[in-house]
């Protein structure tokens, strides 16, 4: 169900006039996705808000086990971090078809994140009831680890199929 505007007011269609956004890795047991719709919300408890399409393989996942990490991925690994948004978890298994190496999440159960993630956000998951193309949650921070290389060359998603990162442009052609 899609919002309505309220009444005697047009409908505004998106525009993404908000970008560039920090792409993020969204890890849901071994699949994982490419996020750049996350923000952090709270520093205590300390929490993550994310919106997810509907239509993903991986909302099934988080409404299944309740649990996700959110990595950050240095500039150099953005091709196959923005590949993988391109393969369906439902299809494949995109750690082996992408050569993505995995271990364990620490606190979490079920949850697997690249090895080459430079910042991990483990999180136990709620989904917060809303209509609209995307579903949100909210997600507790259980285990936060990371480098300080992380902020150094962030993937920097600009819209489209466009990334940057601090100083250089790239983009993706699948």
């Not at 899609?2 to 007011?9: E, F, I, L, T």
């Not at 953005?78 to 298994?93: E, F, I, N, Q, T």
């Not at 991990?120 to 259980?142: C, I, K």
Request: hydrophobic share 45%; proline share 7%; net charge positive.
């Amino acid at each position: 169900m899609a919002a309505q505007a309220p009444k005697g007011q047009p409908q505004t269609a998106y525009r993404a006039f908000f970008y560039p956004m920090r792409l993020a890795l969204l890890a849901v047991g071994r699949n994982f996705m490419p996020l750049a719709w996350w923000t952090p919300v709270s520093k205590t408890p300390f929490r993550f808000l994310f919106a997810m399409d509907r239509q993903n393989h991986s909302l099934s996942l988080l409404r299944e086990l309740g649990e996700a990490a959110l990595c950050f991925l240095p500039w150099e690994e953005r091709a196959w971090v923005v590949r993988a948004g391109y393969l369906s978890g439902r299809k494949a298994d995109k750690a082996q078809r992408l050569g993505v190496a995995l271990r364990p999440a620490r606190r979490l159960s079920h949850t697997q994140v690249p090895e080459k993630a430079l910042a991990v956000y483990e999180l136990s998951v709620t989904e917060w009831p809303t209509d609209g193309d995307h579903a949100l949650f909210l997600g507790d921070v259980v285990h936060a680890e990371g480098l300080r290389e992380a902020k150094e060359r962030p993937i920097l998603f600009l819209g489209f199929r466009d990334y940057a990162t601090l100083g250089e442009r790239w983009r993706f052609r699948p």
